[in-house]
């Protein structure tokens, strides 16, 4: 199974901060690789897939970039809105793993 | 609107069944992929099942081979996840999923969920 490693697993910043989560994966995904938003009692959200191509309605501010094992996610500017966990996805092979994931707390 | 709601969920002793529904809405249902996504509790998230739009190919994570089996009925754009010979570690919240379709493909990301329905398998 391809293992995704996400770091940090925890990260505090004030609003109007830019911050990026990282995620390796065990072997090569060839750039399928999704990232999701989940806020506390609630459901993922699709945020980026493909590594790069933001989901439809996801503010401009999220951006994804990366290669091979290593992807990042990237919020600029964070707003209220975007203090939650987010997770990375395997799209490329079974199991379709995910990330332990990332809260991102406020400072 | 599309709109995924899971229902089925409760309290189950470990070795007995339990089905999850989720009925569907706001989409064409039998043109998707759908899958089942799972978090136990305060952790992450972990994919379960997956069916195909017309329902002839269906996927599983390995743990839960033999034991849970993933099913829909296009007609009622309704979800299926009928759970046999529970565990403890089964215990979790259970996302219903639609598979990200562009038109022409069909891709390994999960772009609405439900809210999700919990499962405790205790005695």
């Known amino acids: 199974d391809i293992q995704m490693t996400q770091s940090p697993a925890s990260l505090s910043a004030s609003l109007g901060e830019t911050v990026t989560i990282e995620c390796l994966a065990s072997?090569?995904?060839?750039?399928?690789l999704a990232w999701y938003q989940q806020k506390p009692g609630k459901s993922p959200q699709l945020l980026i897939y493909d590594a790069s191509s933001l989901h439809t309605g996801v503010p401009s501010r999220f951006s994804g970039s990366g290669s091979g094992t290593q992807y990042s996610l990237k919020i600029n500017s964070l707003q209220p809105e975007d203090f939650a966990s987010y997770y990375c996805q395997n799209g490329l092979s079974a199991p379709r793993t995910f990330g332990a994931g990332t809260k991102l707390e406020l400072k | 609107e599309v709109q995924l709601v899971e229902s089925g969920g409760g309290l189950v002793q470990p070795g007995r069944s339990m089905k999850l529904s989720c009925a569907a809405s706001?989409?064409?249902?039998?043109?998707?992929?759908m899958a089942w996504v799972c978090q136990a509790p305060k952790k992450g998230l972990e994919w379960v099942a997956t069916i195909s739009y017309d329902g002839s190919s269906t996927y599983y994570r390995d743990s839960v081979k033999g034991r849970f089996t993933i099913s829909r009925d296009n007609a009622k754009s309704t979800l299926y996840l009928q759970m046999d010979s529970l565990r403890s570690e089964d215990t979790a919240t259970y996302y219903c999923?639609?598979?990200?379709?562009?038109?022409?493909?069909?891709?390994?990301?999960?772009?609405?969920w439900g809210p999700g329905t919990m499962v405790t398998v205790s005695s």
């Open positions: 072997e090569d995904i060839y750039d399928i």
């Open positions: 706001g989409f064409t249902f039998n043109n998707y992929d």
């Open positions: 999923a639609r598979h990200y379709y562009d038109g022409t493909y069909y891709y390994w990301y999960f772009d609405f």
